[in-house]
């Protein structure tokens, strides 16, 4: 498989659907020696690939992902594993303020994934006192109980989280960091994630439809701040997916949505300190600033994405509402008591 894919970015061949499962099969096994195994990864990353290998590569983890599916369909939120370092880390706080609102969330990352090894969603729920490393029927009942779930890598996704030291020896990220993002753990019918490039949106759509363990309903992405689920201000894109309709892509101006400010005003100096700090002081209702508008913003996406508002504006309204009329400091209150 090696032969297939490492001959060069120009001349290198594309792998079949049967070849592509079969290398991800045998990593799994540890079968290849640590110098094939890098020079496999390595030339995945300068052919870049297709939908169809990423299919068969997550088709393959998701044979071994051990799912629990709450009674609620959530939104699926698989932001980048290996975290962030800049800015602050607004998905807790959305997720929460949008389970306020009424739609169902469901977070999941690792922890100190290869290569960034940063801050994700475990780091800021340990930091706020929040239960993370759950079995996957204790993150579904989360998930029911208080409206927000946290699903842990190693505990649904151990045949992953067991290429830790071989991920982290690369030094480079690989087709894996991509693929562990779309595990879905809790089985649900809507994702939620993020994109650099908009051509990389379209990937993500095309792998979930050539996906034989995957039947979304719907896709959600925007370009995000350092990889993550977090949208980024100004000028943004959007991608959207629907099993019943077409791939859309617009632009919007999140100024027109409260988020007029930069990325800069978003830094903190702890990304996972500050991000729990902020988390707690927003849907507290105690910051009316740039932060407020940030978390709101960001749970309007997930209550659109949910479906239970049909424009961003709608979703807007609601998630301010939750955090004004208490309902996401309540869900917040839950999840530490859980």
């Not at 998930?143 to 890598?153: K, P, S, W």
Request: with cysteine; proline share 4%; hydrophobic share 40%.
């Amino acid at each position: 498989m090696t032969d297939v894919v490492g001959s060069g970015t120009k001349s290198a061949d594309d792998m079949t659907r049967a070849q592509a499962g079969e290398a991800m099969r045998r990593i799994f096994d540890g079968d290849p020696d640590p110098t094939t195994l890098g020079a496999f990864w390595l030339a995945n990353r300068w052919k870049r690939n297709t939908p169809e290998e990423l299919a068969a590569f997550t088709d393959e983890m998701c044979e071994r992902v051990e799912y629990a599916t709450p009674d609620a369909d959530p939104v699926d939120c698989g932001a980048n594993y290996d975290g962030k370092g800049r800015t602050a880390i607004l998905g807790v706080a959305a997720g929460v303020v949008a389970a306020g609102a009424g739609t169902p969330v469901v977070a999941h990352s690792g922890d100190r994934v290869p290569t960034q090894k940063q801050d994700a969603y475990k780091h800021v729920l340990d930091e706020l006192g929040v239960a993370t490393e759950l079995t996957p029927q204790d993150s579904a009942d989360m998930v029911d109980e208080t409206g927000f779930g946290f699903y842990y890598q190693p505990a649904f996704n151990p045949a992953v989280a067991d290429l830790f030291d071989r991920r982290d020896q690369m030094g480079v990220r690989t087709f894996v960091n991509t693929v562990e993002t779309l595990a879905n753990p809790a089985g649900a019918s809507v994702h939620l994630g993020s994109f650099y490039h908009l051509a990389f949106a379209k990937k993500v759509v095309d792998t979930f439809q050539h996906s034989e363990f995957h039947d979304l309903d719907r896709v959600i992405m925007f370009q995000g701040m350092e990889g993550y689920d977090d949208i980024r201000p100004g000028y943004t894109k959007v991608a959207d997916w629907a099993a019943d309709g077409d791939f859309d892509d617009y632009e919007i101006e999140t100024a027109n949505y409260g988020m007029d400010f930069d990325e800069e005003d978003l830094q903190v100096d702890d990304v996972a300190a500050d991000s729990a700090r902020l988390t707690e002081d927003v849907v507290a209702g105690d910051r009316t600033d740039h932060w407020y508008d940030a978390v709101a913003l960001n749970a309007a996406f997930r209550i659109y994405a949910g479906g239970d508002a049909d424009s961003l504006d709608a979703g807007l309204d609601a998630a301010r509402a939750a955090i004004d009329d208490g309902s996401a400091a309540a869900v917040l209150d839950d999840l530490r008591a859980f």
